[in-house]
């Protein structure tokens, strides 16, 4: 039987906080759910650590397969799975016993195609927070006029992922806007919710601080709502867990 649920998890060099994700996910209570990761070739000890969830976590697979982007390692886990709705995580996030439970129960009440949730920071970092809470306000605002999810997590049915063809690979930030903004343009019902909760971690802001945080998030802001889609770096953006070990 297809599980309601395809948690996909892009990775690479997260040794630390993939596992504290695997925790929360196996201590769910509905494990209505399949998880599969797909590392990009990590050099430390991530598959290490996260090896003792594979009897522990229903249809656990963890998948090496390098990949250019976020975007790819989204697509490529997505091609893999059975659900009838997809889960995009990140790997430094957790989500509270009752997550899986809860947004299940809100997508069959208000019938939704994809949705999202608030970030909640795991830190009470000052520029974590403030970061965070602008956009949270930001998601819940603009739902119904110009949608859109952070990566951290995006729910959306396969069916409709499929329509859409998945993330665009050739976008080098704000994938995640912009698969929203296509399932809107095709009349998808989404919604904002503040519960159930999830922890996101706020590692990048504490170490670009919160000018550099507000600077590139405003940035990317203007540059998809006059130019479209951002296809080319236009400020720096490292992705993995080995940026916050320098």
Same mark, same amino acid.
Not at 45 to 65: Q, W
């Given at each position: 039987?297809?599980?309601?649920?395809?948690?996909?998890?892009?990775?690479? @060099?997260?040794? &630390?906080?993939?596992?504290?994700?695997? !925790?929360?996910? #196996? *201590?769910?209570?509905?494990?209505?759910? +399949?998880? %599969?990761?797909?590392?990009?070739?990590?050099?430390?000890?991530?598959?290490?650590?996260?090896?003792?969830?594979?009897?522990?976590?229903?249809?656990?697979?963890?998948?090496?397969?390098?990949?250019?982007?976020?975007?790819?390692?989204?697509?490529?886990?997505?091609?893999?799975?059975?659900? @009838?709705?997809? &889960?995009?995580?990140?790997?430094?996030? !957790?989500?509270? #016993? *009752?997550?899986?439970?809860?947004?299940? +129960?809100? %997508?069959?009440?208000?019938?939704?195609?994809?949705?999202?949730?608030?970030?909640?920071?795991?830190?009470?970092?000052?520029?974590?927070?403030?970061?965070?809470?602008?956009?949270?306000?930001?998601?819940?605002?603009?739902?119904?006029?110009?949608?859109?999810?952070?990566?951290?997590?995006?729910?959306?049915?396969?069916?409709?992922?499929?329509?859409?063809?998945?993330?665009?690979?050739?976008?080098?930030?704000?994938?995640?806007?912009?698969?929203?903004?296509?399932?809107?343009?095709?009349?998808?019902?989404?919604?904002?919710?503040?519960?159930?909760?999830?922890?996101?971690?706020?590692?990048?802001?504490?170490?670009?601080?919160?000018?550099?945080?507000?600077?590139?998030?405003?940035?990317?802001?203007?540059?998809?709502?006059?130019?479209?889609?951002?296809?080319?770096?236009?400020?720096?953006?490292?992705?993995?867990?080995?940026?916050?070990?320098?």
């Amino acid at each position: 039987m297809k599980p309601f649920f395809s948690i996909v998890i892009p990775a690479l @060099n997260e040794e &630390i906080n993939l596992p504290i994700l695997l !925790e929360s996910i #196996k *201590n769910q209570t509905d494990k209505d759910l +399949e998880v %599969i990761i797909v590392d990009s070739q990590s050099t430390d000890k991530t598959k290490k650590n996260t090896e003792k969830f594979i009897n522990l976590i229903p249809g656990f697979r963890f998948i090496v397969h390098k990949c250019k982007n976020v975007s790819q390692g989204r697509n490529y886990g997505a091609s893999l799975s059975t659900g @009838n709705f997809l &889960i995009f995580f990140d790997a430094d996030v !957790e989500i509270e #016993k *009752n997550f899986i439970k809860e947004i299940k +129960e809100k %997508i069959n009440e208000f019938n939704l195609d994809t949705t999202t949730v608030w970030n909640r920071s795991k830190t009470k970092g000052f520029a974590g927070i403030i970061a965070l809470t602008l956009a949270n306000f930001g998601m819940t605002v603009f739902q119904k006029i110009k949608p859109g999810a952070n990566g951290p997590c995006i729910l959306i049915k396969k069916v409709l992922f499929e329509k859409l063809k998945g993330f665009n690979e050739e976008i080098v930030f704000g994938e995640d806007f912009d698969l929203i903004q296509r399932a809107y343009q095709l009349k998808a019902k989404f919604k904002v919710f503040k519960k159930p909760i999830l922890y996101v971690s706020t590692r990048r802001f504490e170490k670009e601080g919160l000018l550099m945080t507000i600077y590139k998030s405003g940035k990317a802001l203007l540059y998809q709502l006059f130019f479209g889609p951002i296809k080319k770096p236009i400020f720096d953006y490292e992705m993995g867990g080995q940026y916050y070990k320098k």
